[in-house]
T-cell receptor
Framework: DGGITQSPKYLFRKEGQNVTLSCEQNLNHDAMYWYRQDPGQGLRLIYYSQIVNDFQKGDIAEGYSVSREKKESFPLTVTSAQKNPTAFYLC????????????FGPGTRLTVT | QKEVEQNSGPLSVPEGAIASLNCTYSDRGSQSFFWYRQYSGKSPELIMSIYSNGDKEDGRFTAQLNKASQYVSLLIRDSQPSDSATYLCAVNRVNRDDKIIFGKGTRLHILP
């Protein structure tokens, strides 16, 4: 089955700890994205990557970091510098950088206390 | 003005009726418009995309686009309880990075 997987589904961390969220796709899509969603809010773009070994900041990149060493994988690290890390994190991909149709993984719900 | 605006709802519609969801956007250069459905606690699912003025139909769903009025809508015919979800409108923002910007969504509740 082709699709996007994110793990884990739920993640709990103590304040001050870095945490890495996994995102893997087997759709052979070039572009990948990370969003966060807060209750009652729209999706906000954190980072995106249009091709392997390249990524760009989105609207709210502060306190986050990413890597894109393989086409299939786009992990997101939430660092201790992120002031309000508790949120629902969504990974998405699109066929190519110029394609706007994005397909989402199931998401990771991060709680930091 | 917000880049993508939607009424947050909830919008309550009787089962079998037509649900009408609306979205306005601020970037006159936008060319690509999407509707996503998001069930509570789940990730968004792409249900419709529209690129030209007019109507686009797919099963019980019809997307309508009016670029002159900067308005896009989603009609759901013969509404079912399983249509109860939050519907997100998404638009490409040409005036910045040409990335997709999402509205906050409209909660739709279909009354059995």
């Amino acid at each position: 089955d082709g699709g996007i997987t994110q793990s884990p589904k739920y993640l709990f961390r103590k304040e001050g700890q870095n945490v890495t969220l996994s995102c893997e796709q087997n759709l052979n899509h070039d572009a990948m994205y990370w969003y966060r969603q807060d209750p009652g809010q729209g999706l906000r773009l954190i980072y995106y990557s249009q091709i392997v070994n390249d990524f760009q900041k989105g609207d709210i990149a502060e306190g986050y970091s990413v890597s894109r060493e393989k086409k299939e994988s786009f992990p997101l690290t939430v660092t201790s510098a992120q002031k309000n890390p508790t949120a629902f994190y969504l990974c998405a991909s699109s066929r190519e950088a110029g394609s706007y149709e994005q397909y989402f993984g199931p998401g990771t719900r991060l709680t930091v206390t | 003005q917000k880049e993508v605006e939607q009424n947050s709802g909830p919008l309550s519609v009787p089962e079998g009726a037509i649900a009408s969801l609306n979205c306005t956007y601020s970037d006159r250069g936008s060319q690509s418009f999407f509707w996503y459905r998001q069930y509570s606690g789940k990730s968004p699912e792409l249900i419709m995309s529209i690129y030209s003025n007019g109507d686009k139909e797919d099963g019980r769903f019809t997307a309508q686009l009016n670029k002159a009025s900067q308005y896009v809508s989603l009609l759901i015919r013969d509404s079912q309880p399983s249509d109860s979800a939050t519907y997100l409108c998404a638009v490409n923002r040409v005036n910045r990075d040409d990335k997709i910007i999402f509205g906050k969504g409209t909660r739709l509740h279909i009354l059995p």
